[in-house]
Every structure is written in structure tokens, then in C-alpha cells.
Nanobody, 115 residues
Framework: QVQLVESGGGSVQAGGSLRLSCAAS????????MGWYRQAPGKQRELVAR???????NYADSVKGRFTISRDNAKNTVYLQMNSLKPEDTDVYSC?????????WGQGTQVTVSA
């Protein structure tokens, strides 16, 4: 059974930075795409960023130039470096992974940005 474990959320002032991590663990598996979604209560879930096994990336327009997604295949871990954070970035961030043709989700981590 594969598990995705997230870390790195928290509270920060506007203009600050946070780094989220998401590590996949379990028995032998092959990871394809990994990424991050975010969702606040009453809002639609939004794809923040994703990265393929080959390293190709996609970002939401709202985070381009501020967020960077990366992955360490040896550690089965994906990272989301978030810079120049804004109050509107406040959300629950959840990582996902397409692993052995199945979709897995992390538990979600809260990011709060104060003005």
C-alpha cells in the first residue's frame, strides 16, 4: 500500500516563503506524475503545480513565477517551494501521485498567509 506523507505547511506573513514536501512510501512502485492541489472551504479545488517523471512542469497562472515544483526520484519525494506568498494563497494544500496507474492523495497541509 502506497502512502503520501506531507510536511512543511504553516503560517507566514505576506511576502514570505514556505516549502512543502510530499514523500511516497510503501512497497515497490513506479511514480509517474506528482503534484499539488489546493482548496479552501467553499472554493473550487485548484491544481497548483505538477511534475512528470521526466521533469516537465505545469503551474496555475496564479502561482507562476512564485512557486517552483521539483522532485527527487531517489527519495520518491516532490517539493513545492512557495515564495512571495500572498494572503490569497491561504488554502489546504494536498499532494497527489499517479503511482502504478492509481491515484493517491496526501492528507493535506494548511498554509496560512497573513497580510
Amino acid at each position: 500500500q502506497v502512502q503520501l506523507v506531507e510536511s512543511g505547511g504553516g503560517s507566514v506573513q505576506a511576502g514570505g516563503s514556505l516549502r512543502l514536501s510530499c514523500a511516497a512510501s510503501g512497497s515497490r512502485f513506479t511514480i509517474n506524475t506528482m503534484g499539488w492541489y489546493r482548496q479552501a472551504p467553499g472554493k473550487q479545488r485548484e491544481l497548483v503545480a505538477r511534475i512528470t517523471s521526466g521533469g516537465s512542469t505545469n503551474y496555475a497562472d496564479s502561482v507562476k513565477g512564485r512557486f517552483t515544483i521539483s522532485r527527487d526520484n531517489a527519495k520518491n519525494t516532490v517539493y513545492l517551494q512557495m515564495n512571495s506568498l500572498k494572503p490569497e494563497d491561504t488554502d489546504v494544500y494536498s499532494c497527489y501521485g499517479l503511482i502504478d496507474a492509481r491515484l493517491y492523495w496526501g492528507q493535506g497541509t494548511q498554509v496560512t498567509v497573513s497580510a
